[in-house]
Nanobody
Framework: QVQLVESGGGLVQPGGSLRLSCAAP????????IAWFRQAPGKEREGVSC????????NYVDSVKGRFTISRDNAKNTVYLQMNSLKPEDTAIYYCAADTWNPYYCSGYGPERFDYWGQGTQVTVSS
């Protein structure tokens, strides 16, 4: 069973920054397009950002554009989500997931596309 592993969450004040990591021991994460999702209490899970495996192209949900940056380090088999200018509404559990329907390009955030998920990391933005 493939298990992605997220880390880097925590408590931060509004305006602060965090960097989340998504690692996959023994799993070729560089082969897959990887997305970050988040789920706030009482809300549905939403796709936040995605990075393609083929050309490194990225996309972001409008609410995080200009504040979040997704990147990958294939040598370290890790995908990152740099989150700056954090807002209380960014509070959620953040998950990374691998797109197995189209591993090469980001093609949407329908959860059925993603067979491999991590356990999530909590991000809390509060003063």
């Amino acid at each position: 069973q493939v298990q992605l592993v997220e880390s880097g969450g925590g408590l931060v004040q509004p305006g602060g920054s965090l960097r989340l990591s998504c690692a996959a021991p023994g799993f070729p994460i560089d082969y897959y397009s990887i997305a970050w999702f988040r789920q706030a209490p009482g809300k549905e899970r939403e796709g936040v950002s995605c990075i393609s495996s083929s050309d490194g192209s990225t996309n972001y949900v409008d609410s995080v554009k200009g504040r979040f940056t997704i990147s990958r380090d294939n040598a370290k088999n890790t995908v990152y989500l740099q989150m700056n200018s954090l807002k209380p509404e960014d509070t959620a559990i953040y998950y990374c997931a691998a797109d197995t329907w189209n591993p090469y390009y980001c093609s949407g955030y329908g959860p059925e596309r993603f067979d491999y998920w991590g356990q999530g990391t909590q991000v809390t933005v509060s003063s």
